[in-house]
């Protein structure tokens, strides 16, 4: 089955700064990528997701860059802000976005 | 944003009683999930939905017994549970089995 590896596990930038999450997958056939975002207590929120047939993504702040050759795919931020604090995790599908597998999380933390 | 709701929020049971989780969504949505969240490890996707009919088992033991009586509840009975069954349990909806997911806010499952 598919296996979703993401890195690194917890990242501390300045606000301000840009902040990277990489995922890696198995299955080159996976073709939906979304990414989620988690505050303590709260449930996982979509706040972007690509599929295949494209590599790039951006909305405001975040973009989504997908390699498909290399199967991995990555979540950027700019401009990062206190409320950008956060789990974040990424995921990928095979055939439809229903059976999604998780990577482990990234907790980011944005400082002053 | 309420439109996944989840009941109870938090729940404690003993091994050897028999509960029951709800989930209702109010978007329309035609596909319904759950999830296990535990600590440390991936959101692992449990069962899926579409059209009130259950399309994926993600070999989970017995003792879990969704039931998806329209596209807008769903409920998972819990009898016999162990302990490594605490975690928070998620359900999710998407208007169909190819578009996003969209979480509520999970039940906080602890097993005495």
């Known amino acids: 089955g598919e296996n979703v590896e993401q890195h690194p596990s917890t990242l501390s930038v300045q606000e301000g700064d840009s902040a990277v999450i990489k995922c890696t997958y198995s299955?080159?056939?996976?073709?939906?990528f979304p990414w989620y975002k988690q505050e303590l207590g709260k449930r996982p929120q979509l706040i972007i997701d690509i599929r295949s047939n494209v590599g790039e993504k951006k909305d405001q702040r975040i973009a989504v860059t997908l390699n498909k050759t290399a199967k991995h795919f990555s979540l950027h931020i700019t401009e990062t802000q206190p409320e950008d604090s956060a789990v974040y995790f990424c995921?990928?599908?095979?055939?439809?976005?229903?059976?999604?597998?998780f990577g482990t999380g990234t907790r980011l933390q944005v400082t002053l | 944003e309420t439109g996944v709701t989840q009941t109870p929020r938090h729940l404690v049971m003993g091994m050897t009683n028999k509960k029951s989780l709800k989930c209702e969504q109010h978007l329309g949505h035609n596909a319904m999930y759950w999830y296990k969240q535990s600590a440390k490890k991936p959101l692992e996707l449990m069962f899926v939905?579409?059209?009130?009919?259950?399309?994926e088992n993600n070999s989970v033991p017995s003792r879990f017994s969704p039931e998806c009586p329209n596209s807008s509840h769903l409920f998972l009975h819990l009898h016999t549970l162990q302990p490594e069954d605490s975690a928070l349990y998620l359900c999710?909806?998407?208007?169909?089995?190819?578009?996003?997911?969209?979480f509520g806010d999970g039940t906080r499952l602890s097993i005495l």
């Open positions: 299955d080159s056939a996976s073709n939906y």
């Open positions: 999710a909806s998407s208007q169909d089995r190819d578009q996003p997911q969209h």
């Open positions: 995921a990928a599908a095979t055939g439809t976005a229903s059976k999604l597998t």
């Open positions: 939905y579409n059209f009130k009919e259950q399309t």
